[in-house]
């Protein structure tokens, strides 16, 4: 799987990003099957803090490890939440480790494209999702398979540097 980093966004519409060109090759991809699955947010959450482990994340031996470790985990969290309320729920969590990104992405069968809320209340429960998306992630969007029943939501969160 390659990484294609769609120019920042803004307020546009996810899936009307002109690609960019500058990609970076992934790692490793790890999958997670979740179609007709109990549990998919937590299981989603466990299998991601798994390869977390796997790939040194965690334990985090610094504040900064530390605090990637936890915006990936809530990227996670939201991204298969939203899966589960707007899209009649996830098919797939896939998660690719590249040297500067960490790429997650979540497959569902829903036709509506995850979207800014301009009237979300603060305080009050919902609507809240992508924000936190927006604000954690270097960038995010849409993805559709020309021909195939619904979409794949990513997300690209920063790798910490290197030691």
């Excluded at 009307?16 to 979740?34: H, M």
């Excluded at 790939?55 to 939201?78: G, K």
């Excluded at 069968?109 to 995850?114: A, F, N, S, T």
Aim: charged share 25%.
């Amino acid at each position: 799987m390659g990484i294609t980093r769609p120019y920042p966004a803004g307020d546009q519409d996810p899936e009307q990003r002109a690609p960019a060109t500058v990609t970076e090759a992934v790692l490793q991809v790890r999958r997670l099957r979740l179609a007709n699955a109990a549990g998919v947010v937590s299981r989603a959450r466990e299998f991601t803090r798994a390869a977390l482990h796997d790939w040194e994340w965690l334990p985090a031996p610094t504040e900064e490890l530390r605090a990637a470790a936890e915006d990936a985990l809530l990227v996670v969290s939201e991204l298969v939440t939203n899966a589960c309320l707007h899209a009649g729920g996830p098919e797939e969590l896939r998660i690719g480790r590249g040297t500067k990104v960490l790429r997650v992405e979540v497959l569902d069968r829903g036709d509506g494209v995850p979207a800014l809320r301009t009237a979300r209340r603060p305080g009050r429960p919902g609507g809240h999702g992508m924000f936190i998306v927006q604000r954690l992630c270097l960038d995010w969007g849409v993805a559709r398979e020309p021909g195939a029943a619904g979409k794949t939501v990513w997300a690209e969160l920063a790798a910490p540097p290197a030691d």
